[in-house]
């Protein structure tokens, strides 16, 4: 079936009135799935996607005016490119502000651009379904999905980053990413993307990225007021860090939660 639009409802928490105003739509069809995961319903939409060119977007998410057109028409300049990003821009509870992204770079070097700052977003790409299998979206992550996803497609296709505005995320400022299961989440990614790479710079890059992660994870913990979980996760970073730093960072820690503990809680 070669639909314009396809929907995989996910999960259990659904809105009848949606599915029913889908439902009446000539170009839209519904797939449903009893896991709520985002990554294992772009996998679903991938495997149904026939036409020549397949992209995603999330619910809560805005793809602008002509954003598909213009991918598509890169897309067919260059048949051997897999897959065209686009820039975006975010909104966090009404406040709208550029996707920062180095174009130049991005097309110089995509992977170690990467590494340095997630470029991929779920609406900010269009992709050749000749060239780009149901196979890379297999095993996917639980989070931090459109990373790993990036990380994959490097290793896979040529990638175009084009200078032009094409999608709008909406989130809050308590989003997911914001949670210890994120962070959490995060670095099982990371480890796994480690496991992938045979390039020792590569591993050197993720594995810092891994040490920052730990760090991150450890001063949330703190700021949570929980010292132990705080600490544990400091520990993590020796393997990643000279000694010298995770003294330094253990003796911030410290300091910051006794701080924390003098100061009045948040009402």
Request: contains cysteine; aromatic residues 12%.
């Amino acid at each position: 079936m070669n639909a314009s639009v396809i929907v995989v409802v996910n999960g259990n928490k659904r809105s009848s009135e949606v599915i029913r105003y889908l439902e009446d739509k000539d170009r839209v069809v519904i797939y449903y799935s009893p896991i709520g995961s985002a990554p294992l319903a772009q996998y679903l939409g991938r495997k149904k996607a026939k036409s020549e060119y397949f992209g995603f977007l999330d619910d809560d998410d805005i793809l602008l005016p002509n954003a598909l057109l213009t991918r598509a028409t890169m897309l067919e300049k260059n048949n051997e490119i897999g897959c065209v990003v686009d820039q975006g821009v975010r909104n966090v509870d009404g406040i709208i502000t550029p996707i920062e992204m180095d174009i130049i770079q991005c097309n110089m070097d995509p992977l170690d651009a990467l590494l340095q700052k997630n470029w991929m977003a779920s609406c900010s790409a269009l992709f050749s379904t000749k060239l780009i299998s149901e196979e890379l979206f297999e095993n996917p992550v639980e989070y931090v999905e459109w990373t790993f996803l990036a990380f994959k497609l490097c290793k896979q296709t040529k990638i175009k980053f084009i200078n032009s505005v094409g999608f709008q995320i909406n989130s809050t400022a308590n989003s997911l990413s914001a949670s210890d299961d994120y962070r959490l989440g995060e670095i099982i990614t990371l480890k796994r993307m480690v496991k992938m790479e045979s390039s020792n710079r590569v591993q050197e890059l993720l594995n810092c990225k891994l040490g920052n992660a730990y760090h991150g994870l450890s001063l949330y913990f703190i700021e949570q007021k929980n010292i132990k979980k705080g600490l544990y996760y400091n520990f993590k970073t020796t393997k990643y860090f000279s000694f010298i730093r995770v003294l330094k960072n253990t003796v911030f820690l410290i300091v910051y939660f006794f701080k924390l503990q003098k100061s009045k809680p948040l009402l």
